[in-house]
């Protein structure tokens, strides 16, 4: 899997943050509520773009990690409803991956993002949170015809150009 590389400007986010810790199987089943409960309330959101995010702020493999399902804003003003935060993500580079199909198979995509950030030769993740991008593409969590892109934080390594 060869992923597209990008620099991503300033993003603003607004949405519902909650701690979750990986699954002894590799899994975080609490993620898929949280989205429920978001998307109950995403119409609460004013001035929003019709993408959403789900931003992972830490290392899942590391411990108990904040993870924020938000709405993409078409701005940075708006209010913010009870219970959500606004969320800014810095501009950064990235090296985005689609991952098409159900949500079941997501392992299999992260295990082809952790093999090319091993043997691609020219970057190495960043100190940056990675993020999913969920638009038009996205029909539901069980879905083969769903895709949505992961948005992986990289650096260049020392010593190369782009």
């Not at 993409?72 to 219970?83: D, F, M, Q, W, Y």
Request: glycine share 8%; proline share 7%; with cysteine.
């Amino acid at each position: 899997m060869k992923p597209a590389l990008q620099h991503q400007s300033t993003i603003y986010v607004i949405g519902i943050r909650e701690e979750h810790v990986m699954s002894e199987e590799g899994g975080i089943p609490t993620i898929l509520s949280q989205w429920g409960r978001f998307m109950a309330r995403v119409h609460e959101i004013p001035n929003r773009d019709e993408a959403t995010l789900g931003i992972c702020l830490g290392m899942p493999q590391e411990g108990p990690f904040d993870y924020v399902t938000g709405a993409v804003l078409r701005n940075s003003k708006a209010s913010i409803p009870l219970g959500m935060e606004l969320v800014r993500l810095e501009p950064a580079e990235y090296a985005v991956f689609t991952h098409q199909g159900p949500i079941a198979a997501l392992h299999e995509t992260y295990i082809a993002i952790e093999q090319w950030l091993k043997e691609n030769g020219g970057y190495r993740r960043a100190a940056a949170p990675e993020f999913e991008l969920y638009d038009h593409r996205y029909i539901s969590p069980d879905s083969p015809d769903s895709a949505f892109d992961i948005y992986v934080p990289v650096a260049q390594l020392e010593g190369l150009e782009a």
